[in-house]
């Protein structure tokens, strides 16, 4: 394992992304791990040119290592719709335009899928962790959950897609479920397991 975390790293968190960063630190809390945001040590946010969610989260964790000079941790990850070829995939954040807007990303999915005259409605939530060093060293991980959209979103609890997605085996959206058990699920909590038993050294 070419990168290691221990409790006192001072660990970055790549992103400008408040609800990303929110999930990430929540996640890390467990393990005494100092993180730091993106945003908050005033890094540039990088353009996403990868063509796929671990070549974008290596993009985001390298240039915040280099810029930091510490260790940096980042998260590419998106909706990816069966029926939609697996649109939106990458290009998630910017199904909201300019500003982001997932309450615009949303509509655009489910418009999509009514011109579609789609009837699968299976979807699932991919996560990329890139955990890298200043030094160039990177290690990457991935997380799936899977489930189906709903129309119309509902809950006001998580961020981006959660509020139009139901996992399987649960009847409640990301967006109206508690935070810890959307945490313990989700795709992210999936990447972030394997990312700690590769990763963290207690001793």
Known sequence: MAVTLRRGTRLVIASHNEGKVREIADLLAPFSIDVASADKLALDELEETGKTFTENAKLKALGA??????PALADDSGLEVRALGGEPGIHSARW???????????????????????KDLSANFTCALALALPNGKAELFEGRVFGTLTWPPRGARGFGYDPIFVPEGYKETFGEMEPSLKD???????????????AYDDD
Do not use: N, P, Y
Not at 65 to 70: I, K, Q, V
């Open 65 to 70: 290592a280099r810029a930091s000079g510490l």
């Open 96 to 118: 909201g335009g300019a500003a982001r807007d997932f309450g615009l990303a949303m509509q655009r999915v489910h418009q999509e899928l009514v011109t579609a005259g789609a």
């Open 184 to 198: 313990s699920i989700s795709h992210r909590a999936r990447a972030f397991e394997k990312l700690m038993l590769a």
